[in-house]
Nanobody
Framework: QVQLVESGGGLVQPGGSLRLSCAAS????????MRWYRQVPGKERELVAR???????NYADAVKGRFTISRDNAKNTVNLQMNSLKPEDTAVYYC?????????WGKGTLVTVSS
């Protein structure tokens, strides 16, 4: 069975940093597009960052220059390094895998940016 398990969320002050991790299993990780989304209650889920099965990455304008997505195919993990965090980054962050036309989701991890 496909499983995506996020970790690393928590409380951080504005300007601080946090690193999220997603452990994947149950599929061929190296050929999947891996993505991080975030969602605030009452609002639509937003794509934050994308890592292709190759070398390309993409970021939402709101996080570009502050967040970095990376993957380790040997360990079946994808990470999201978040720097210079802002209160508006507060959300539940979800790990997503796109394999062929199937989307798989983790349960999410809460990131709170507050002083």
């Amino acid at each position: 069975q496909v499983q995506l398990v996020e970790s690393g969320g928590g409380l951080v002050q504005p300007g601080g940093s946090l690193r999220l991790s997603c452990a994947a299993s149950g599929f061929t990780f190296s050929i999947a597009v891996m993505r991080w989304y975030r969602q605030v209650p009452g609002k639509e889920r937003e794509l934050v960052a994308r890592s292709s099965s190759g070398t390309s990455t993409n970021y939402a304008d709101a996080v570009k220059g502050r967040f970095t997505i990376s993957r380790d195919n040997a360990k079946n993990t994808v990470n999201l390094q978040m720097n210079s965090l802002k209160p508006e980054d507060t959300a539940v962050y979800y790990c997503n895998a796109l394999l062929n036309i199937q989307n798989y989701w983790g349960k999410g991890t809460l990131v709170t940016v507050s002083s």
